[in-house]
């Protein structure tokens, strides 16, 4: 009969050899194991893995699987990730420390990941930062947050258009100030977002329909 200790020394090995499989499947199936039976020996592999895994759902279950293990000591490391020079490393650790929402990791927010160049980042930022954003902290974020404003396609505008409504009245001063904008489209996406926040029911695209003949007709919000 073999011992626990070495089927359990077994299993982590053959565990961590999954992660590096060819195959998506052998991988997603390993991240799944690993969250089954979180050892801590696992948490440093699911981070570096995060940080190249091509496979959506893979990354989506190596954070699962992440988020299975104590905050105590996925935290500090997922922090550290978010120096990498390499984006994706930066954006699935925003991504997981957004899913574990443990606020110690609020003061590693920086102004320049929520600017950051690459927009999956700066996106996975605004999510983060929304969740794990200390009472008090919310005008600051918001002054941040709109200077995005007009920033990507579709998606892109979307996502900070629902960081900023999440911050709630908060965000109205920075917003209205936007709304005047000599960008038309920082002025469109403030005035879709304004539209938004008063009517989520309406859709992202019929509010940016009407921020843009807004913008045309020179009507504002305070002169309807």
Do not use: N, Y
Not at 105 to 115: E, G, K, M
Not at 117 to 131: F, N, T
Not at 201 to 207: L, N, S, T, V, Y
């Amino acid at each position: 009969m073999v011992p626990v200790t070495m089927q359990k020394d077994t299993d982590t090995t053959r565990a961590l050899q999954g992660l590096e499989s060819g195959s998506s499947s052998v991988r997603l199936q390993a991240a799944l194991t690993v969250g089954t039976t979180p050892d801590p020996r696992f948490i440093d592999k699911l981070i570096e893995r995060c940080g190249i895994e091509p496979d959506f759902f893979v990354r989506d279950m190596l954070t699962w699987a992440l988020t299975r293990h104590p905050a105590s000591l996925t935290v500090p490391k997922l922090v550290g990730e978010l120096r990498s020079e390499r984006a994706q490393a930066r954006s699935q650790a925003l991504h997981t420390l957004s899913k574990i929402g443990d606020r110690r990791a609020w003061p590693a927010i920086t102004r320049a990941l929520l600017t950051d160049a690459d927009e999956e980042v700066a996106r996975s930022a605004w999510r983060a930062a929304v969740v794990l954003l200390p009472e008090g902290e919310g005008l600051e974020l918001a002054g941040v947050l709109t200077t995005q404003l007009g920033r990507g396609e579709r998606e892109t505008q979307l996502s900070l258009s629902r960081a900023l409504i999440a911050l709630g009245e908060v965000i109205m001063p920075a917003l209205r100030a936007a709304t005047q904008d000599p960008d038309p489209r920082v002025r469109q996406h403030a005035i879709a977002t304004e539209r938004l926040s008063r009517d989520p029911d309406a859709g992202f695209e019929f509010a940016i329909e009407e921020a843009k003949r807004i913008a045309v007709l020179g009507t504002t919000s305070q002169e309807e």
